[in-house]
C-alpha cells in the first residue's frame, strides 16, 4: 500500500499540463525544475527561443553586469542579440550540478553549471542561481542570476 501511494504521487507530480509546462503538486520542486531545466536546453538547442524562455515569469528579472533586466521579453532580446545569430543559437547549451532547494510549498532555489560550447567558438561556462514560484501553469523562474 505505501509503494502504491509514492508511485501516484511521483506520476501524479510529473503529468503535463495542457500549455506544456509541467503541471506540478505541493513540494515538488526537486523533481519538476530539473525537468523543466533539461527542456530550456533542449528549446536552445532546437533554436526555440521562445521555448527556452517560456519558464520565465512575465516580470522575471535577469541580472547583468550593468544592473538587471526585466520581462520575459527584454530577457529574450538581450539572449537573442548575445547568443543567437541567424535565428539560432551560436553555441550548444547544457546544464550540469542542478541542485533544487524548496524553499517552501511555493519557491525554491536552483544552482548549477551552464555550458555554451561549439559553434566555432570558445566554450563559456559559468554557475547560475535561478529564484522559482510555484504557479497555476507550473514552475516559473523569478529572478536569474547567472556569472
Request: proline share 5%.
Amino acid at each position: 500500500m505505501r509503494y502504491a501511494v509514492v508511485v501516484a504521487l511521483i506520476l501524479g507530480a510529473c503529468h503535463p499540463a495542457v500549455n506544456g509546462t509541467l503541471g506540478v503538486a505541493p513540494n515538488d520542486a526537486e523533481i519538476a525544475i530539473p525537468v523543466v531545466t533539461i527542456a530550456m536546453a533542449d528549446a536552445w538547442n532546437a533554436a526555440d527561443l521562445a521555448g527556452h524562455v517560456r519558464p520565465y515569469a512575465d516580470s522575471a528579472t535577469f541580472m547583468t553586469p550593468s544592473g538587471p533586466r526585466r520581462g520575459r521579453d527584454v530577457i529574450s532580446a538581450s539572449l537573442a542579440r548575445s547568443f543567437w545569430q541567424d535565428g539560432k543559437p551560436k553555441q550548444r547549451l547544457s546544464f550540469d550540478n542542478v541542485v533544487v532547494r524548496p524553499l517552501g510549498d511555493r519557491h525554491a532555489l536552483s544552482t548549477g553549471h551552464f555550458l555554451l560550447t561549439g559553434g566555432g567558438e570558445a566554450d563559456k561556462g559559468g554557475w547560475f542561481s535561478l529564484t522559482w514560484e510555484k504557479t497555476a501553469a507550473g514552475w516559473q523562474i523569478l529572478h536569474d542570476h547567472s556569472s
